[in-house]
């Protein structure tokens, strides 16, 4: 059974490992390999000290499988996602069930945006079917956005 629910602090060992995939890190906005001390003293201190940051999990039969964080920029008074999935649960539309749940649960009104690499054309996807859309582009990445 596969569920989306908040992220609980023992969480955090299991999205590090998602994080520091190799074929994660190769999409991700930053593909540098972070530390497990790096990562949990960064995660408790986002999602669990931070009140505005919100951060969903995906578990599938009883397993972490992927995380769908929403990251509050005061700056423009929006949020950036971030979501990932382990690359061995890919291709079978839980990336979509993550995003969409997620959405749904989070859902406060403000503008939510995506940055996604333009060689990542599935995520594109995955957020153009979830009814972001594309207001920029550079030669890297699209960039997307919903109010949700």
């Known amino acids: 059974m596969d569920l989306t629910r908040k992220a609980k602090r023992q969480d955090s060992k299991r999205i590090w490992e998602i994080r520091n995939h190799p074929v994660i ?43 769908c964080r929403f990251d509050f920029n005061r700056e423009n008074d929006d949020y950036i996602i971030s979501i990932a999935l382990d690359p061995n649960y890919h291709g079978k539309g839980l990336g979509n069930l993550l995003l969409s749940q997620s959405l749904k649960d ?6 939510i945006l995506a940055e996604v690499k333009k060689e990542n054309i599935v995520s594109l996807g995955l957020f153009q079917k979830n009814d972001f859309e594309l207001f920029r582009e550079d030669e890297k990445n699209y960039y997307l956005k919903i109010k949700y």
């Open 25 to 67: 890190r190769k999409v991700s906005g930053s593909s540098e390999e972070f530390s497990f001390d790096q990562h949990d003293s960064w995660f408790e201190n986002k999602y669990f000290k931070d009140s505005n940051n919100v951060c969903y999990i995906l578990e599938s039969d009883s397993i972490v499988v992927g995380y």
């Open 106 to 111: 989070f859902g406060d009104g403000h503008e």
